[in-house]
C-alpha cells in the first residue's frame, strides 16, 4: 500500500508556472505507476500525465502536451508534474495517484488508479 501526499499549488497568473510535488509512503515506490489527474468544478476528473515506475514511459492528455512535464525521483519517493504556461482552464483541484496494476500501455486509464492523494488545487488568473 501506499499513501500519497501532494504540495505545490496555488494561485498564478496566465503564462506561469507551478511544480506539483507527490510524496509516496512505503517502500515499493518505483514498482507504481504514478499519475496527476485533475478535476475542475462541475467536470469529470480526467487524466492530465503519467508516468511508467521506472521513469522510462510517460503519457500526457493533449491538452497539456508541450507545457506540462512529468517526473519521478525513486530515490525519494516522490513524484512530479512542472506545469508551464498555463492557462485559466488549467485550473483544477489536481490529484497525485499511484497504481499498482497499469502498465506502460495503460498509463492514460483513469479508473486503474487505485491510491490516491487528497489534492492540491491550482488557479490560473489575473
Known amino acids: 500500500q501506499v499513501q500519497l501526499v501532494e504540495s505545490g499549488g496555488g494561485l498564478v497568473q496566465p503564462g506561469g508556472s507551478l511544480r506539483l510535488s507527490c510524496a509516496a509512503s512505503?517502500?515499493?515506490?518505483?514498482?507504481?505507476?504514478i499519475g496527476w489527474l485533475r478535476q475542475a468544478p462541475g467536470k469529470e476528473r480526467e487524466f492530465v500525465a503519467g508516468i511508467s515506475g521506472d521513469g522510462g514511459s510517460t503519457r500526457y492528455a493533449d491538452s497539456v502536451k508541450g507545457r506540462f512535464t512529468i517526473s519521478r525521483d525513486n530515490a525519494k519517493n516522490t513524484g512530479y508534474l512542472q506545469m508551464n504556461s498555463l492557462k485559466p482552464e488549467d485550473t483544477a483541484v489536481y490529484y497525485c495517484a499511484a497504481s499498482s496494476t497499469l502498465s506502460r500501455r495503460s498509463i492514460t486509464w483513469t479508473s486503474g488508479y487505485n491510491y490516491w492523494g487528497q489534492g492540491t488545487q491550482v488557479t490560473v488568473s489575473s
Open positions: 512505503g517502500r515499493t515506490f518505483s514498482s507504481y505507476v
